[in-house]
């Protein structure tokens, strides 16, 4: 029976993206969250006839090389105020999405929170929309989303696909060809943290869900506060001492393994449209309080549809402005290895009292607590000098002046 198993991705190299579910037609694969609070496949030994197909389109995905790349970065925002409040940038994937449903009668996929539990899904109207705007700082869970857009393009409908880029890498490899019907967007992405910090998050604040994983409620950029659903009641947690899913995910030790050494980190990107936050202008006068993003035209499909939009306002921005403040989109951090936790999660929950736990993980945070003082100094040196590495920045301004990408 072993020998017939397919061989996956191992846990260091599996990015999540659960194409392998999909691909598999006789629905023996099914992802659980493991003991470190990361999405795991699992075969079932019985519905398994070892066709290996899971295999192939797995190495496939892993090794995928997507060339498109964006020759003008921009920079912009939603025409309406109450879109760009509730979005995590400046509202550009809500804009994108409604025009598509309005002009286009699209089908919109993009991810959402219920309780703790986030995964994708699709919808066709404007109100149905408001569900998928926001970042969910978790991975979602995109089993069975592949073979869902696949049938609706295939039906003639229009269908904008929204994810971290390993998604929408996943969905290009299960689709083989593009199709003129498919607008895909992808995010620039730091990476999934593990969703056992969100479960402490909810138990510290004695919280049933998470209804937004970044606020703006003191501006964007300025808001490391989450709103949670307790007993039916919608709060905001604005205690800093508080946030410990916020901090942990900003002191990047709790990030599922692969994602520190993340193929998509790069200029070549794998949505025809990508979006992210505009930080340059975080510390300067130009600061606006309702968030600006960075955006992407990758392909030509992208900018036609970018062009076509009469509810966003944006203007080109410069590579430099664009790539500094988004390391992100020019390099991985695979030197933060060093420093993290992540395969390390569940064992130091068991063997430590919870809250000693949460303070280890919650490291920026922990700087105002005595005994966590020199570990948080410590981990701050350390990402410091990690971070100091401006080589990768200049040698890819090199390679666009040049033209050379
Ligand atoms: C895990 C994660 C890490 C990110 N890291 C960075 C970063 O380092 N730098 C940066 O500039 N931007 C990052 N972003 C993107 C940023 O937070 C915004 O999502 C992006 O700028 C789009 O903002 P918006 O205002 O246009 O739309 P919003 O309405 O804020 O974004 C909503 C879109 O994001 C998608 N989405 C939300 N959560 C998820 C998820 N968990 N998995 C897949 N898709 C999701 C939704 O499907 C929807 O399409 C990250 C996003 C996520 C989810
Ligand atoms: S297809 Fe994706 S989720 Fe499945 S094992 Fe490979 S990398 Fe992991
Ligand atoms: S080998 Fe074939 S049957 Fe077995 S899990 Fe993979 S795709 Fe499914
Ligand atoms: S960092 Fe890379 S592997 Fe991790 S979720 Fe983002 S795109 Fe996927």
Not at 381 to 397: C, E, G, V, W
Request: glycine share 6%.
């Amino acid at each position: 029976m072993k020998n017939k198993l397919p061989k996956l991705a191992n846990y260091k190299d599996c990015t999540g993206c659960m194409l392998c579910a999909d691909i598999c037609n006789h629905k023996a694969i099914r992802f659980y969250i493991d003991t470190n609070g990361f999405w795991k496949p699992v075969i079932n030994e019985h519905n398994c006839v070892g066709c290996k197909l899971c295999e192939t389109k797995c190495t496939e995905v892993r090794t995928n090389r997507i060339e498109i790349v964006c020759r003008q970065p921009l920079r912009g925002h939603a025409i309406s105020e109450a879109v760009r409040l509730r979005s995590t940038s400046g509202g550009l994937f809500y804009s994108i999405a409604e025009h598509a449903i309005l002009s286009k009668n699209a089908v919109v996929y993009g991810a959402v929170c219920e309780g703790t539990n986030v995964f994708h899904k699709s919808v066709e109207t404007i109100e149905e929309l408001k569900e998928l705007q926001g970042s969910k700082y978790a991975q979602s869970n995109a089993s069975g989303i592949y073979t869902d857009v696949r049938s609706r393009l295939r039906q003639g409908r229009y269908v904008v696909f929204s994810g971290t880029p390993c998604q929408v890498n996943a969905l290009r490899v299960y689709l083989k060809n593009d199709y003129d019907n498919l607008l895909c967007i992808d995010l620039i992405c730091h990476g999934v943290p593990s969703n056992i910090l969100m479960y402490r998050h909810l138990a510290i604040n004695k919280g049933d869900g998470i209804i937004q994983f970044r606020t703006k409620e003191r501006g964007w950029g300025r808001d490391s506060y989450l709103t949670i659903s307790r007993k039916g009641q919608v709060v905001t947690i604005d205690d800093p001492s508080k946030n410990l899913f916020y901090h942990a995910f900003q002191s990047e030790q709790c990030f599922r393994l692969n994602c520190y050494k993340c193929q998509f980190n790069d200029i070549h990107r794998t949505g025809d449209i990508t979006l992210g936050d505009f930080w340059a202008i975080r510390f300067t006068v130009e600061y606006d309080r309702l968030g600006e993003s960075t955006i992407l035209p990758n392909s030509i499909k992208g900018l036609k549809f970018l062009q076509s939009c009469n509810n966003i306002e944006y203007r080109d921005a410069t590579w430099d402005d664009t790539l500094r403040c988004n390391p992100r989109l020019y390099t991985n951090r695979q030197e933060y290895l060093k420093t993290a936790l992540s395969s390390k999660i569940n064992r130091l929950y068991r063997l430590l009292p919870s809250r000693l736990a949460d303070y280890i993980f919650e490291a920026w945070h922990s700087k105002h607590r005595h005994l966590f003082y020199l570990w948080s100094k410590h981990l701050e040196r350390i990402q410091k000098n990690l971070d100091a590495n401006d080589d990768a920045l200049s040698d890819i301004l090199k390679k666009i002046e040049n033209n050379a990408m």
